[in-house]
């Protein structure tokens, strides 16, 4: 069965204080792994698509990186600001349908 | 571009009524879907539309209709309300997802109480 887990579930931070968040994956035939923000009362907001194990993005202080049967999303030297939800979706293999895992609450203390 | 909005934004229903969930988006995309997001369980599918005339279901589509009439809008139906149904509703819309990674915008969600 396709599945998508994330985890930790909840992660509180220092401001300044790096760390990562982890998707794993059981699809065959990856055809994208997608990042999303979803911020309190809102609807989820488009970060990063990734393709092939090996591939990186960055955008700010966010880097979100994949292997074949994972991605991470590391987040350097946080701010307040980057508290929300992260969520980690895939495209079914063969279908128009997305699975998204439960998300990672992160707060960042200032 | 207004991009994908949602109407109402906040609804409360009695078990057994109807309603129907407004999604439009002015970004003249193919691929539209509706999810629920409920605590511990993440979105979930429950309706898509891959153009005018085509839908398909989800994950979760019981007691759910959709239609798609035009390109702009996607209404999602509920027949006869039940508690269970009570969550947060989005909408989502993207080009058409041949190619491998069409990121979906999503709208400001619809909160629904059925009591």
């Known amino acids: 069965e396709d599945q998508v887990t994330q985890s930790p579930e909840a992660l509180r931070l220092q401001e300044g204080e790096s760390s990562s968040l982890n998707c794993s994956y059981t699809v065959s035939g990856l055809r994208g792994l997608f990042w999303y923000r979803q911020d309190p009362g809102k609807g989820p907001e488009f970060l990063f698509t990734?393709?092939?194990a090996g591939e990186e993005k960055e955008k700010e202080r966010l880097k979100a990186t994949l292997t074949k049967k994972e991605s991470f999303l590391h987040i350097t030297a946080p701010k307040p600001e980057d508290s929300a939800t992260y969520l980690c979706a895939v495209q079914a293999p063969g279908t128009y349908k997305y699975i998204f895992g439960t998300g990672t609450r992160l707060k960042v203390l200032a | 571009n207004a991009g994908v909005t949602q109407t109402p934004k906040f609804q409360v229903l009695k078990t057994g009524q109807s309603m129907t969930l407004q999604c439009a988006q002015d970004?003249?995309?193919?691929?539209m879907s509706w999810y629920r997001q409920d605590p511990g369980m993440g979105l979930r599918l429950i309706h898509y539309?891959?153009?005018?005339?085509?839908?398909d279901q989800g994950e979760v589509p019981n007691g759910y209709n959709v239609s798609r009439s035009t390109t702009e809008d996607f209404p999602l139906r509920l027949l006869s309300a039940a508690p269970s149904q009570t969550s947060v509703y989005f909408c989502a819309s993207s080009y058409i997802p041949e190619v491998a990674g069409r990121s979906q915008y999503f709208g400001p969600g619809t909160r629904l109480l059925v009591l």
């Open positions: 990734l393709y092939s």
């Open positions: 539309s891959v153009g005018a005339g085509i839908t």
């Open positions: 970004m003249n995309h193919e691929y």
